[in-house]
């Protein structure tokens, strides 16, 4: 074989893609591989899909117990609250204006304390609505006496008659409906973390519970603010009792998963005006 046939097995130097001489990578070859990196996540929905490709096989983990105030979406509530009442004392008495009980209260009253809350939502509503309006109109308009025109050679020609030379007629009519039917219940305990307390007394909670079944978390978040004394004795309270109550419930997962549409059908029911 003549040696100017013969060729090199190894990369060629002056080739943008292959490394320098003294083994740095070109310019060219890290800008077009970051652009690479770059165009393959944004062909992925914030690169959801290679995260959930790494946990295919696992079980959803569990979120790490932190505090609710650290959080990033935590502001503090603000309510109108009344003039701060000095505490007094009756002469030769043991009792405290505004205590609950002689002995200590067991029940939640500082930053830190726990409340079991009790949730009991039952929503239930039937609506049903139906319109409807109509409305008919009728004009006719006639020339029998046209100053004697009416026997005109140009009218019985085109064989109109006087008294019909115009005549008009409307019809219009509509019909909505519309009904509602609801069915909801929610029942399940959960332990509220106080994590504020208003100047009038009142306890703002916040609770988080996941639990894990298979392949699946469910999640209840639990949030508001409550009167210590609708706090039982036995330490807990009903969630109708809540003021300001944010209840959620819901789960993440492989059924979850199932049950949600695809990005891309997502995508075409927010941008189609149709």
């Known amino acids: 074989m003549p040696l100017s046939t013969v060729r090199r097995s190894g990369p060629d130097p002056t080739h943008p893609l292959f490394p320098n001489a003294n083994g740095t990578v070109p310019m060219t070859?890290?800008?077009?591989?970051?652009?690479?990196?770059?165009?393959?996540?944004?062909?992925?929905?914030?690169?959801?899909?290679?995260?959930?490709?790494?946990?295919?096989?696992?079980?959803?983990?569990?979120?790490?117990?932190?505090?609710?105030?650290?959080?990033?979406?935590?502001?503090?509530?603000?309510?109108?609250m009344p003039d701060i009442q000095p505490v007094s004392y009756a002469p030769n008495s043991l009792w405290r204006t505004g205590s609950r009980a002689f002995f200590k209260d067991q029940r939640a009253a500082r930053i830190g304390d726990l409340v079991t809350v009790k949730v009991n939502v039952t929503d239930k509503a039937n609506l049903n609505n139906e319109t409807k309006r109509s409305r008919s109109n009728a004009e006719g308009?006639?020339?029998?006496?046209?100053?004697?025109?009416?026997?005109?050679?140009?009218?019985?020609?085109?064989?109109?008659?006087?008294?019909?030379?115009?005549?008009?007629?409307?019809?219009?009519?509509?019909?909505?409906?519309?009904?509602?039917?609801?069915?909801?219940?929610?029942?399940?305990?959960i332990a509220a973390i106080v994590t504020q307390i208003l100047p009038n007394g009142n306890l703002v909670v916040e609770g988080k519970q996941e639990i894990r079944i298979n392949f699946e978390v469910r999640e209840l978040v639990v949030a508001g603010v409550v009167r210590p004394e609708d706090i039982e004795s036995d330490n807990t309270i009903e969630s109708?009792?809540?003021?300001?109550?944010?209840?959620?419930?819901?789960?993440?997962?492989?059924?979850?998963?199932?049950?949600?549409?695809?990005?891309?059908q997502q995508l075409v029911d927010v941008l189609l005006p149709f």
């Open 141 to 189: 308009f006639g020339l029998p006496n046209a100053f004697g025109l009416e026997k005109a050679a140009a009218v019985a020609a085109a064989g109109i008659s006087p008294d019909k030379l115009l005549n008009a007629t409307s019809t219009n009519s509509s019909d909505g409906a519309g009904s509602v039917q609801r069915n909801e219940t929610v029942t399940t305990n």
């Open 29 to 80: 070859l890290r800008v077009r591989s970051a652009l690479t990196v770059a165009l393959l996540c944004a062909g992925l929905p914030a690169c959801n899909t290679v995260d959930r490709l790494s946990q295919i096989g696992a079980t959803p983990a569990l979120s790490a117990i932190e505090d609710p105030t650290a959080q990033a979406g935590y502001k503090p509530v603000r309510l109108p």
């Open 240 to 264: 109708t009792k809540i003021a300001q109550a944010r209840i959620a419930y819901g789960g993440r997962g492989q059924i979850s998963d199932v049950q949600q549409p695809r990005y891309g």
